[in-house]
């Protein structure tokens, strides 16, 4: 073999010098050149030399079940086998005792419950002892037995909200019981997936929601349980949790480095924010956005999830006066909690193409647009059933 390489070594070295020696008279051909000379006409389809993906897939990145205190307190009974086996295309019941179904699979779901307080709720209505043991936890399982789950759940997460929620029901990160709903969770979407037909994301909602301004992000795994059971989601709640951003992006890039996973954060409810989500000034500091700002809001948000149905978030009359669309499902008049009104000049820091706008200012002058994303729409169902289609919607609460 060897001696075949060296003969064709020197065959190639005596064209070379043949054709430099024919080159000094008419120049060197290189295949750009040739190409130039012989323009070929274009193929008669339009579509050869595309290389790009053209498979769409549709899926719900957005998806609670009763392992979100908020849903787990409204009724939802589904938890994320169930959750995953629907999306799935199997039937399964809902909470209200019906049978549902999808009219076609999904080809992917990420159940994303709260993280603050996961798999609280499905152990209270289970009547757990250690949750029974606490006066207030006796309270509401007897109000919940007594047919008062309504009065209950308002108690539950008005306590909650005002951080008088009691501290030894609190299901924190670092617990045994949350790390059981967190491994469930894992559990659940490895049990689930499969790959090439349906992909069950492992994921959470970090929900951070500082005077009622909803900044709240899903965080989603592109790895499997050996690498998101690593770890414990960022919650909001201290002190292992923050509200503030920069801290979600500082848990990722430390979720990164310890496993060599991927993890990504979208965005939702800017509708909901009073005029923090896609800010220049930001809420925590009070300060303009600076380059640590705009460099890990690029690297960890790729996509904002655009509409939901909490509100559409691409843009508004306000906005955009000559497009008779932008009044489609809005959801303007405060913020998440209803706690302060929206006002007009809150609102180019809330919808995606104002931000889109904003992103290039800010890239002109920090040298990197924050606001470069993609957009998506999710459900925000907290049924644990991605149910959207119009004659098969199962409510988004109940
Ligand atoms: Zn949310
Ligand atoms: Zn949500």
Redesign the pocket.
């Known amino acids: 073999m060897k001696a075949l390489l060296q003969i064709a070594g020197v065959a190639v070295t005596s064209v070379t010098i043949t054709f430099t020696a024919w080159a000094q008279d008419t120049g060197v051909l290189d295949k750009e050149k040739a190409e130039a000379a012989h323009k070929r006409p274009p193929a008669y389809s339009p579509y050869v030399g595309r290389d790009y993906p053209t498979r769409p897939f549709f899926g719900d990145t957005h998806l609670h079940t009763s392992f979100s205190m908020d849903a787990g307190a409204f009724g939802a009974r589904i938890g994320p086998r169930d959750a995953y086996r629907f999306a799935r295309g199997e039937e399964v019941t809902a909470s209200s005792g019906q049978p549902a179904k999808l009219s076609r699979p999904l080809d992917f779901l990420v159940v994303a419950d709260h993280s603050d307080n996961m798999g609280f709720f499905p152990d209270l209505f289970a009547g757990k002892p250690e949750l029974l043991a606490d006066p207030t936890g006796r309270k509401w399982y007897d109000m919940i037995q007594a047919g008062k789950g309504g009065e209950a759940a308002i108690e539950i997460i008005v306590s909650f909200s005002h951080g008088t929620f009691p501290k030894d029901l609190m299901y924190f990160p670092g617990t045994r019981a949350y790390r059981g709903a967190w491994q469930e969770t894992i559990a659940a979407a490895e049990r689930y997936n499969e790959p090439g037909r349906f992909t069950a994301f492992i994921g959470f909602?970090w929900?951070s929601n500082t005077n009622g301004n909803?900044l709240?992000r899903n965080v989603i795994f592109r790895d499997n349980g050996d690498k998101a059971g690593q770890v414990e989601p960022f919650t909001v709640y201290p002190p292992m949790g923050s509200d503030n951003p920069r801290d979600l992006w500082k848990w990722m890039a430390a979720y990164e480095k310890k496993t060599d996973g991927n993890v990504l954060a979208i965005a939702?409810?800017g509708n909901l924010s009073n005029g923090t989500m896609f800010p220049i000034i930001e809420s925590f500091t009070g300060k303009p956005v600076d380059r640590g700002y705009v460099e890990q809001r690029a690297k960890w948000e790729r996509l904002y999830e655009t509409t939901q149905t909490k509100g559409t978030g691409e843009s508004h009359p306000v906005l955009s006066p000559n497009d008779e669309f932008a009044s489609f499902e809005l959801w303007d008049k405060g913020n998440l909690d209803g706690s302060v009104a929206k006002t007009k000049d809150m609102l180019e820091f809330e919808y995606a193409r104002s931000a889109l706008k904003t992103g290039l200012k800010l890239e002109r002058d920090l040298g990197t647009n924050p606001y470069r994303f993609g957009l998506i729409g999710s459900s925000?169902a907290h049924t644990g059933l991605a149910a959207m289609e119009e004659d098969n919607f199962c409510d988004v609460h109940e």
């Open positions: 909602e929900t909803n709240h939702h409810n925000d």
